[in-house]
């Protein structure tokens, strides 16, 4: 654990000295007590805030998305595992910071956090800190939380056209949206699609989730691949990663053709993230999986 005296920090042990040295030189009893009241006063702050920082314990919740360059907002736990409660702790990570006044037990914050490239982080370092009890010192640390979280692309929105037949006609994208469905192809398991789709009877009789699947000839299925766009390996990822949250928006069955891999068109959000995280993870250099 690590101490960085603040500003009042400065000033409080520059009286302090100066006393010293007055009450060495006078030889005046009076200076002697008001400079040992002092450096008690010293004592007893470091204490305080040594033990304020003792026997916490951070948890760290990511959305269900997170975009490389982008800040999304996680959901910090600080346990405190002592006694007593503890009181004014930070928990900062670069320039964004959660502040909890008290912590008892448990308290929930949320704080603001960005990375800077796609893939997967296995954890995160964060700084905890605390000028308990009257702001004369810092005490903080560092904590590494573990994490592996998959960090998606940074979507680049494609302007160019798009060389893959019956999607692009003319100026506008000829796709209709799901409410233009007219024909029922079949049902399946739910996986995240919107609750107007849900076939309530058969879900109901047979007690788990089921979906009405249409079809509808303005809306044949897209697969993406990276000879579809242009611009580096990082610009193709990251137009493969807008057009995927297109297509998924405008109801469109989409899929995902990579170097070894390959997902059928389909839709929902399930559906949709797990075609991200295949973007986010493709590539094995050490930029990459960080």
Not at 55 to 77: C, D, N, R
Not at 238 to 257: E, I, M, N, Q, W
Request: net charge positive.
């Amino acid at each position: 654990m690590k101490v960085k005296v603040n500003r009042a920090g400065v000033f409080f042990i520059g009286i302090t000295v100066f006393l010293g040295v007055s009450a060495v030189n006078t030889s005046n009893n009076l200076l002697y007590l008001v400079v040992s009241s002092l450096l008690s006063f010293m004592l007893l702050s470091g204490v305080f805030s040594l033990y304020n920082l003792r026997g916490l314990e951070i948890e760290l919740i990511p959305p269900k998305e997170v975009y490389a360059e982008k800040l999304e907002s996680f959901k910090v736990i600080l346990k405190n595992k002592k006694p007593f409660p503890s009181f004014a702790i930070f928990v900062e990570q670069g320039q964004s910071r959660a502040f909890f006044p008290l912590i008892k037990r448990e308290e929930v914050e949320s704080l603001a956090l960005s990375f800077p490239r796609r893939g997967l982080y296995e954890s995160i370092t964060l700084k905890v800190s605390s000028s308990f009890p009257v702001g004369l010192f810092e005490r903080y640390y560092y904590k590494e939380i573990p994490l592996r979280l998959v960090v998606f692309p940074k979507p680049i929105k494609v302007e160019e056209k798009l060389t893959v037949e019956g999607i692009y006609r003319g100026d506008q994208w000829n796709v209709s949206r799901k409410p233009g469905y007219d024909q029922l192809q079949s049902v399946r398991e739910y996986r995240g699609e919107p609750v107007k789709l849900i076939h309530w009877k058969l879900s109901a009789k047979l007690g788990k989730f089921y979906v009405k699947e249409f079809v509808s000839e303005e809306s044949p299925p897209v697969v993406l691949s990276l000879d579809m766009v242009d611009g580096s390996t990082e610009d193709r990822v990251s137009k493969l990663a807008y057009l995927v949250l297109d297509f998924t928006k405008k109801g469109t069955p989409v899929g995902l053709r990579l170097d070894g891999t390959y997902l059928q068109p389909s839709s929902g959000e399930e559906h949709k993230r797990r075609m991200l995280r295949e973007l986010a993870l493709f590539g094995d250099s050490s930029g990459i999986r960080a």
